[in-house]
């Protein structure tokens, strides 16, 4: 029996996909809403994930987990799943609408875990994906109903306990005694039930009512009491603790009695930092418990042997994650310590000091996130606090603090970072606190606040806000020139977006000399790159080569091997169409640099199936691809995607021409690209098909929904790669 899980660890993460596996689906199940029911602490996510595991491949689209524990109201359910697609609202379009219209042709399994504290939030919207998706189906965790049409309700019991008259081989089969043994033996190795516990170990789990959550907490108390120990205490503590409760269900009392009893027994400074643990959002670091939960009556220098023994207790759980270990609390136990900040009146305290950690860790990502040695530590760290900073900025936005506000998105400025380890906030709500106009940070929140807004793909949004930014930055003594850089930068990726290549290669170039003159190379580097890319789209490689030749030349400089890699593909892009055997090499250099690394953003494989496109190697460039629109196909990111559906079509042009006018089709129907790759595109399937068949065929792929053509792009390029293979093969 595996533990009871009620993770906070990430706000979402994927619970299986035959989609990205390139597994076919198997079967199809009925649309609607499954609620697993049961008290906290009885096992009902660890149902859930293993139930979604085994269900995947069932699902063309796979399985889904999206965690609500750390989303604190029900107006944030929409915009938690919202997040885990990576789907953005357009402009004038509610979060909700937009998951609908993403969603409605899939057919996945959606788990919404921990819905109890949202019920109105999760049902809305359980309700609404139910009657709008026909091949979607809702599992939900939840202490009780969601209370819609249709919702089938499957009551998760607690585990199977001994009768009181039970020999020794039934109690050691009983569920709730084996649980017991096992959480027994990670604290005191060798511990075992036997003829002489047994009883014991029986008027334990039979006393907790099997409650999972509840037998572990009393079997982490092995070392220090026997079973026949534990009975007693727990009888007597029981009594009390449990009187006085009427109307409250039985087994819900138990484990909050079971709670009780474990924290009653903790030391005073075990009890204070386990309830302020709770203020963290799907775990954190040691140092991050240093910082936010030490001192006023914690010694910072004792916070590793308090959450050490903590995590003994099985009140904690310490969790390997990269280089670092990551501690957090189940959500039943974060729940009872948000009560005991509540009741002590420390709540808010605590939740502005996690703030204002948070806040400040942003700066120092900045600092570090492009050391020769620090580079994938930090993009791991970045990642696993995604819900730490949501939460600090929805603390921020909620009180109305602008300088918490302000300062993450500070943080996120210049934007280098985040084009390879992204963190989107939604600035516009800042921007809007009472005081925000008038501060000192405005100017520069307004700017980055235009880049996220324009990564949204909200031309008309960002075009504002740089309009304020600027105005702002205007009205300074002295303007800051990473408000202007920002700017820039936010102007160049608008060009982007609508087709103004010219434009976007002369911005992004503006925002690289306002970086340099402010001495940040990492993003002058990152900005010569987009510039690269705008002279290359624009017709004009001769001015790409010198600016691709300075944009590795400064990652060099600064020794980032994340930064060095981009470069090379930089340089690679730019010369493929004039040297193409150094175009191969600098490819490989920086494959070979991002397989050391262990990571490769979605635009460097965009470049390098680019470069393997433009140097005539169709095999590199179809994996490439392939990898491309799996890396893609969740987001809304329909520039980048345009571009390597085109290159696709053009690559199977020559073997699966009726394939290639298909997604050339849907191409020109879904996505925007430069003029020049159409026109080549078009001319080969004109050529290979003739006009008329051809226009033909653009229109069935025309006709296709969005997730139609990706699913058919992926597989004509897998059946491709397949040929390829087999002709190189002896």
């Not at 050391?596 to 095999?619: E, H, K, N």
């Amino acid at each position: 029996m595996g533990e009871p899980q009620e993770p906070g660890a990430a706000a979402s993460r994927r619970a299986g996909s035959p989609a990205a596996r390139g597994e076919p689906a198997r079967a199809e199940l009925p649309a609607g809403t499954v609620t697993l029911t049961g008290p906290g602490g009885v096992g009902k996510t660890r149902l859930a994930l293993q139930a979604a595991a085994q269900l995947a491949p069932r699902f063309a689209d796979g399985a889904w987990l999206c965690e609500l524990a750390p989303v604190r109201d029900a107006g944030g359910v929409d915009d938690a799943v919202a997040a885990v697609f990576s789907v953005t609202a357009r402009a004038g379009q509610g979060t909700r609408d937009a998951l609908v219209e993403f969603l409605r042709a899939k057919q996945l399994l959606l788990v919404l875990d921990n819905c109890e504290h949202l019920l109105d939030g999760a049902a809305a919207l359980a309700e609404n994906l139910a009657q709008s998706c026909e091949r979607l189906v809702v599992l939900a965790t939840s202490r009780e109903a969601l209370g819609i049409e249709a919702e089938r309700l499957v009551p998760v019991p607690s585990l199977g306990i001994p009768g009181v008259d039970a020999d020794l081989a039934t109690i050691t089969d009983a569920e709730a005694v084996r649980l017991f043994a096992e959480r027994a033996a990670t604290v005191r190795p060798g511990f075992q039930v036997t003829v002489q516990n047994a009883a014991a170990v029986a008027a334990v789990v039979r006393r907790l009512d099997g409650v999972a959550l509840a037998v572990e907490l009393a079997a982490a108390r092995v070392p220090a009491m026997t079973p026949a120990e534990l009975a007693r205490r727990l009888e007597h503590s029981f009594a009390g603790l449990a009187a006085g409760r009427r109307g409250v269900v039985a087994r819900h009392q138990t484990l909050r009695a079971a709670i009780d009893w474990s924290f009653q027994l903790l030391a005073g400074p075990e009890q204070v930092l386990l309830a302020r643990l709770a203020v963290f959002a799907g775990g954190c670091t040691l140092e991050a418990v240093e910082e936010v939960c030490g001192g006023e009556g914690i010694d910072p220098d004792t916070v590793f042997e308090l959450l050490a023994s903590l995590v003994a207790r099985s009140l904690v759980v310490a969790e390997d994650h990269g280089p670092q270990t990551r501690y957090r609390l189940l959500e039943t136990i974060r729940q009872y310590g948000e009560e005991r900040l509540e009741q002590a009146g420390e709540a808010d305290r605590w939740r502005a000091r996690h703030a204002s950690y948070y806040a400040g860790l942003l700066p120092r990502v900045r600092d570090h996130a492009h050391h020769p040695k620090e580079e994938v530590f930090w993009a791991v760290r970045l990642g696993a606090d995604q819900d730490n900073l949501l939460a600090a900025w929805s603390w921020a936005i909620g009180v109305g603090n602008v300088d918490t506000a302000f300062q993450m998105l500070a943080g996120s400025a210049p934007v280098e970072v985040w084009s390879t380890y992204p963190l989107v906030l939604a600035g516009e709500p800042a921007l809007e606190l009472p005081g925000a106009s008038e501060h000192p940070g405005y100017p520069l929140a307004a700017a980055v606040s235009a880049v996220f807004a324009s990564n949204r793909g909200d031309v008309a949004g960002a075009q504002e806000l740089c309009r304020r930014a600027g105005e702002a930055n205007a009205r300074r003594d002295s303007p800051d020139w990473r408000v202007e850089a920002t700017v820039c930068a936010a102007r160049a990726n608008i060009a982007l977006i609508t087709g103004a290549f010219a434009d976007t290669a002369r911005l992004a170039e503006q925002a690289a000399g306002l970086a340099r003159a402010g001495g940040d190379l990492a993003d002058a580097s990152v900005q010569l790159a987009m510039a690269v890319t705008g002279h290359l789209l624009a017709g004009d490689a001769p001015a790409a080569v010198p600016l691709a030749n300075e944009a590795l030349a400064l990652a060099r400089q600064i020794g980032a091997p994340a930064l060095i890699a981009t470069g090379l593909l930089a340089v690679g892009f730019a010369v493929a169409g004039t040297d193409p055997d150094q175009a191969r090499a600098r490819l490989r250099e920086s494959r070979e640099l991002s397989t050391a690394l262990g990571y490769q953003s979605p635009t460097d494989l965009l470049w390098a199936a680019t470069i393997a496109f433009l140097v005539g190697d169709r095999a590199a460039m179809l994996e490439f691809g392939r990898r491309v629109v799996h890396s893609l196909q969740w987001g809304g990111d329909r520039i980048r995607m345009g571009f390597i559906l085109y290159m696709i079509a053009y690559s199977l042009a020559a073997t699966r021409p009726d394939a290639a006018a298909i997604i050339l089709g849907a191409a020109e129907a879904h996505t925007v690209a430069a003029e020049r790759i159409v026109q080549l595109v078009s001319s080969a399937l004109t050529a290979a098909l003739g006009e008329e068949p051809a226009r033909e065929l653009r229109a069935r792929g025309a006709d296709m929904d969005w997730d139609q053509a990706l699913a058919y792009t992926l597989t004509q390029t897998s059946q491709a790669l397949s040929e390829l293979q087999s002709e190189t093969q002896p």
